[in-house]
Nanobody, 122 residues
Framework: QVQLVESGGGLVQAGGSLRLSCAAS????????MRWYRQAPGKQRELVAA???????DYVDSVKGRFTISRDNAKNTVYLQMNSLKPEDTAVYYC????????????????WGQGTQVTVSS
């Protein structure tokens, strides 16, 4: 089985920074795209940032220039560096990854972490 475990959330003042981490463990052959989503109370879950296996990145407009997604393939870990945080960044942040669990299988499975709370005070 595969698990994604996030860490690094917390309470920070506006203008501050946080770094989220998400480590994948278990039976992993290969990881394709890794993504960070967030969900604020009463709102739909939105894609915040994504990174391909080749480290190409993409961001939602509201975080461009403030957030940076990166990955360490040797550690099966994805990071989200969040700078210049705003109260509207407050949400539960989830990591997501497309993972192949065996060399003999071409099936990519979608896995999610349990979420980590980020709260930005004004």
């Amino acid at each position: 089985q595969v698990q994604l475990v996030e860490s690094g959330g917390g309470l920070v003042q506006a203008g501050g920074s946080l770094r989220l981490s998400c480590a994948a463990s278990g039976t992993i052959f290969r990881i394709n795209a890794m993504r960070w989503y967030r969900q604020a109370p009463g709102k739909q879950r939105e894609l915040v940032a994504a990174i391909t296996s080749g480290s190409s990145t993409d961001y939602v407009d509201s975080v461009k220039g403030r957030f940076t997604i990166s990955r360490d393939n040797a550690k099966n870990t994805v990071y989200l560096q969040m700078n210049s945080l705003k109260p509207e960044d407050t949400a539960v942040y989830y990591c997501n990854a497309a993972i192949r669990t065996a060399m003999v299988s071409m099936v990519w499975y979608d896995y999610w972490g349990q979420g980590t709370q980020v709260t930005v005070s004004s």
